[in-house]
């Protein structure tokens, strides 16, 4: 067996010939070992290494400087440090190649520090030892992965320049790479590159993705441009990086430009160029020609290509990516975790409720089920599902946590309204010494809102700052807003938007806004839905809280003029949708909507429901209809709105074990909210609905919501009811 190379040995070979010559009589020529030990570091055989390095040491005892060189080099690209600086160590001479083998070794297995150090220490016998090309372009290297401003970096250019060893393209290539990791040193890895006597494709490369890692993108695609006038020829490495600069552009044309010089070139057929291609479109949510390119173009499909192309349809069409996973595993490919946290946040956003656990039992079965991050999705998507006791099931069983799981738990019991629950884990997440971050005190701040526990909101928002060192965002200030508004304490969540240090955005503005409508403070009202209507004159949501604020306290011409305001911009509000899932079908209704095919059957069925809950105490709210209307018609407006008629196909199709559950895309009204809590305690039955806001379980004629956002909403109605009959 010939001994003398190593680059097509396999490791079944390896053995073979380590076997061959460990048997022989006649010693190992010193030229064949080294070829072994080549082809341990290429494949990563460090077992077959270190049992030639035994042999060696058995039998010869000091390899000599040049095996001694090449046993460094393979424990170093094996990883093995410890035993590559023993050798290194043990050596009683050294030259440039014994130097330069560690350090790289060091470098690539990210131990910067180290590799300085060594280089020191080098440094200092500078007179026995002067670095070469390779030992600069390491030592660079481990500079860059320090991150920041490369201050140690520019003390080796300077040992370069007077070594004389700058102007080779190897160094020139690693300073352009150190320079362009921070921005604020960009400048001079423009002058090295500019001042290189000589360049390469690394070269071009590195400039290029130094400006897509500044996010300087514009920069990266003109040079570029310059690469293909200078006639330089680009590889995969360029391509790719110019199209992560691409999918950072708005408009779809630099991407299609790129498109057509990696057809001409053929280098579409390199799967990594194909791939980055698909997660430009799917970036730019051009979903048909991602699909174009993935079906026609692409020569082969990997896991990474097909997860490429469910992501791009994971923002556009969640149904479409779920079908191709499917498709996908019709292929036979492996998900990976990637792939599959993916489609759970695509399932998540469906209205249909049944693909989550499936996708969660795929993902039991590929022994992923431990995965942090998987773990993590999993109880977003089931909190989102309604599925409350899934997501605490997940985080239960997690073996390990970090700040994101403990925040998605936080985050899903208070939008279910369990202050008590998401408070009790806060105090258990500082319990196991994790820090809390600014998405944790949103949590907090949001269930407190929900709650309408003021005080203890507002001690939160306070050691948020005092005691964690968080500075509070707009998201914060929303949640503090609405509590402090909800409570009626409105000059106090008016001053507290005007102590902002950024300004406030409309969320902000509407969370007052309401909090003046349902207190009935119109003086505050008006200043608020001014500003409200400067940030957002186009939005319907604004309007009809000022509509609903003036007829709530009796100002029907007010309440006129503005919805004539708004048919005059086309100002149109949101239709009220409720949506049902049964045996794996999504019901959709409309208010008096009669589309649905068993309309006669429901109707019955919501005559009958109305004559039980009447005899139950079931008034409905006719206050809270803001039209001038006889009361018969207000009541008929009120007993065919889309959650009623859910409600009652629910009531008709699904087994009373089952709870029912009802989606809304708008906040669910008071009438709707009082005829669900007898509804529950008339039939029996658990009735969850989750609407825009959140969510609320309604057991034995009670809400989860301990009717605090009810009894909120009727003190405008009450406050209405009085400026009228004062008026009368």
Known sequence: MNLTTSRNLT???LRVALAHAFSSPTPIDPQACASLLHACARLGCVTEGRGLHGYLITNVGYPGLFLSNNLINMYAKCGWLGDARKVFD??????????????????????PHLCLELFSQMHERLFMCAPNEYTFGSVLSACASLGGLPAKGQQVHVLAIKTGFDPHVYVGNALITMYSRCEDSLQHAELVFCTMPESNAITWNSMIAGYECCSRHLEAFGLFIKLQRAGAWQDRVTLMSILSSCSSFERLAPGLQIHSLITKTGMLMELEVSTSLLKVYASLGSADDCFKVFLLEMPTRDIVSWTGMITAY??????????????????RESPDSFTFSIVLKASANLATRQHGPTIHAQVIRSGLESEVV???????????CGKLDCAAQVFREMKGRNIVSWNSMIKIYAVHGLATEALGL??????????????????????CSHAGLVDEGCKIFKDMTVNHGIEPLQDHYSCMV???????????AEDLIGRMPVQADSIIWLALLSACRVHGDMIIGARVANRLLELEPSKSAAYVLISNMYIAGGNQTEAALVRKKMKEIRVKKEPGLSWIEIENKVHIFRVADKLHPQSDAIYVMLENMKMRLKDKGYVPSTSLVLHEVEEEQKEEQLYYHSEKLALAFGL?????????????????????????????????????????????HFRDGCCSCKDYWIRQDLSITYHGILKKEMKQ
């Open 11 to 13: 490791a079944r070979a």
């Open 652 to 696: 008709l199709r699904i087994s009373s074990e089952c709870p029912i559950t009802v989606m809304k895309n708008i906040r669910i009204c008071i009438d709707c909210h009082n005829f669900m809590k007898l509804a529950s305690d008339c039939y029996k039955r658990e009735i969850i609905v989750r609407d825009a806001n959140r969510f609320h």
């Open 374 to 384: 998987l773990c993590n999705i999993l109880i977003h998507m089931y909190g989102r």
């Open 482 to 492: 609405d509590i402090l508004g909800r409570a009626g304490r409105l000059k106090e």
């Open 426 to 447: 806060f105090s258990a997440m500082q319990a196991n010494g994790v820090q809390p971050d600014s998405a944790t005190f949103v949590g907090l701040l949001s269930a």
């Open 90 to 111: 043990e050596m009683p001479e050294r030259n440039v190649v014994s130097w330069t083998a560690l350090l790289s070794g060091y470098d690539q297995v990210n131990q």
């Open 314 to 331: 994971s923002q556009h069409g969640p149904e479409e990516a779920l079908d191709l996973f499917r498709q996908l595993r019709r292929h």
